[in-house]
């Protein structure tokens, strides 16, 4: 089935995706921006993220708060993220006021006053996020799995590290800006009540004149898998462990979606049910798949306490193995359940829809219905799902710990040839509205 959303290109290589939901009367619209965490220079980790702050503090004829004032009172929820090869811009507001809102933005990414002035601030800001990451283990944890279990540089932190943040200046953030922020692989998806004849003149318009910038070539690192320990005086311990997926662009992603959901899709799922409720290990436990363009992983966390540790992570790996064994139909049943129930929620969302038709172009290169996801998670089959596990079963973990002592990883990891390390100090993907990474 063919989409509904008009896919345009601007001269400056600007790619739009417009998709009319002729039953509501909002707009949104996402903006992905080529300007993430990885790319940023050696050394100098948060540059995006103080990037994706100051570009919004003044742009155009708008000092910091008249911009600020001038969106508030188009009514716009907005938001801002930073993700691996990305800086996100998202908004939704009523439809006959989307266009102003887009203008707006023409101006915040087109002429960001990025004032020097406001630099130190922005900073001190970021570095006070992330002590306070720093202070709860579970981010803390997922934040470092990541950095571990991705080739370089794809597990890049979105948000910086602290030990970098003194080596970052204003040129800096000026310099990202200036090389990075480009329209060319650029990608503005909007959704809602609008038609393309009415937004495309405002796109070109607010963007027609933005110049080309260079393009960036990334190659991937060497990667192996690590059981790594970070030590913290607690009673608790945190658990991650990560292995190998395939991507969202893999034919095969609905069913390692789908195997992934047997571990972690819910109450009733087998690590909540077996780790958590018969066993009583943790208080926490969760499974995704987490997908780059072209790496992904499954990414699990536990947390427990100390004494309770080496039990929780004993068995939550062989339940990850013991899916090989089968699954029941009852368990695929509950999966497309969750999934279809998610559909329902992104087809009455714009701000959703214009995230993923965003999203979709920038892993696919294409458009994906609603209504083809449906078809994929109805097709899925308890004999596909099977092979799928079978040709990528759950091995070669990366395991991190965060706690008073270090585990044991024995569960058929020896096989595997993972280099075990000492301590050290310290953007998904499901359907539907899961879908993509999130690049975080």
């Known amino acids: 089935m ?8 601007l001269d400056n290589g600007l790619t739009v995706i417009v998709e009319p939901m002729r039953d509501v009367r909002s707009a949104a619209f996402s903006f992905l921006v080529p300007a993430g965490s990885v790319h940023e220079p050696q050394g100098r980790n948060g540059t995006a993220a103080i990037l994706s702050d100051l570009i919004l503090r ?10 600020t004032a001038t969106l508030d009172n188009l009514g716009l929820q907005r938001s801002e993220s930073v993700g691996v090869k990305h800086l996100g811009f998202s908004g939704a507001t009523v439809a006959d006021r989307l266009p102003q809102a887009l203008a707006v933005y023409g101006d915040i990414l087109r002429k960001p006053h990025l004032p020097a002035d406001q630099f130190d601030a922005v900073r001190e800001g970021l570095e006070m996020t992330l002590r306070a990451m720093q202070d709860e283990p579970r981010q803390q944890l997922m934040v470092e ?35 990075l922020v480009r329209p060319n692989g650029a990608i503005l998806g909007v959704a809602g009540g609008v038609e393309p004849d009415e ?6 318009e607010a963007f027609g004149g933005w110049e080309e910038g260079a393009e960036t070539e990334l190659v991937d690192g060497e990667y192996t898998p690590v059981i790594e320990h970070i030590a913290h005086d607690s009673t608790q311990t945190h658990i991650g462990i990560a292995y190998e997926a395939v991507p969202y ?4 992603y609905y069913t390692a979606w789908a195997s992934v959901g047997v571990l972690s899709g819910g109450m009733s799922a087998r690590l909540f049910t077996e780790v958590r409720e018969r066993r009583g290990l943790c208080y926490s436990i969760s499974a995704v798949l987490n997908s780059l363009p072209y790496h992904a992983r499954v990414l699990a966390y536990a947390g427990t306490t100390a004494e309770r540790a080496q039990e929780t992570l004993d068995v939550t790996l062989a339940e990850m193995q013991r899916l090989a064994e089968g699954i029941e139909p009852g368990e695929l049943e509950r999966c497309q359940a969750r999934a279809k129930s998610a559909l329902i929620m992104e087809q009455e969302s714009t701000i959703a829809r214009a995230g993923a038709v965003a999203r979709d172009w920038f892993h696919l290169g294409r458009i994906t219905t609603l209504e083809e996801v449906r078809e994929k998670i109805e097709a899925l089959r308890v004999e596909t799902v099977l092979e799928y596990i079978h040709a990528h079963p759950a091995a070669e973990f990366t395991v991190l710990t965060i706690g008073p002592e270090p585990l044991k990883v024995s569960h058929a990891i020896e096989a595997a040839d993972v280099a075990a390390t000492g301590d050290t100090d310290p953007q998904v993907i499901a359907p539907p509205a899961e879908r993509v990474d999130q690049e975080k």
Request: aromatic residues 6%.
């Open 199 to 204: 937004i495309l003149p405002v796109v070109e």
């Open 145 to 179: 799995l990541r950095r571990r279990c991705f080739p370089s540089p794809w597990g890049t932190p979105t948000y910086g590290q602290l030990e970098q943040l003194p080596d970052i200046s204003s040129s800096d953030v000026v310099d990202h800006y200036r090389q």
């Open 58 to 67: 003044g742009a155009g004829s708008l000092d910091s708060r008249q911009l």
């Open 2 to 9: 063919s989409s509904t959303a008009t896919i345009h290109t």
């Open 249 to 252: 662009r893999h034919e095969d």
